[in-house]
Nanobody, 116 residues
């Protein structure tokens, strides 16, 4: 079955950087567009960034544009999110999947906490 394992989160000061990873297994990773999503308590999961199947096209939500970079390694079936110039409002639990509705089971996510 499909498994998505998110990692790389942590506590960082405002202005700092983190690199998130999502290790995928049980699927033909290279054939799917993928995205990073985040969620805070009481709010719906929102799209942060997305990348197409061949990695040639990316999309960023306005609130991260210019600060975050999404990339993928199809050899290792890993999705990345480089997060620079972090802000306290980036504090959330981050997940990878194909869309806000899945279709695969959500991993445990990785918590990012940005202190001011």
């Amino acid at each position: 079955q499909v498994q998505l394992v998110d990692s790389g989160g942590g506590l960082v000061q405002a202005g700092g950087s983190l690199r998130l990873s999502c290790a995928a297994s049980g699927l033909s990773f290279s054939t799917y567009a993928m995205g990073w999503f985040r969620q805070t308590l009481g709010k719906e999961r929102e799209l942060v960034a997305a990348i197409n199947a061949i990695g040639s096209t990316t999309y960023y939500a306005n609130f991260v544009k210019g600060r975050f970079t999404i990339s993928r390694d199809d050899v290792t079936s890993t999705l990345y999110l480089q997060m620079n110039s972090l802000k306290p409002e980036d504090t959330a639990r981050y997940y990878c999947n194909q869309s806000p509705l899945g279709p695969w089971p959500w991993g445990q996510g990785t918590q990012v906490t940005v202190s001011s």
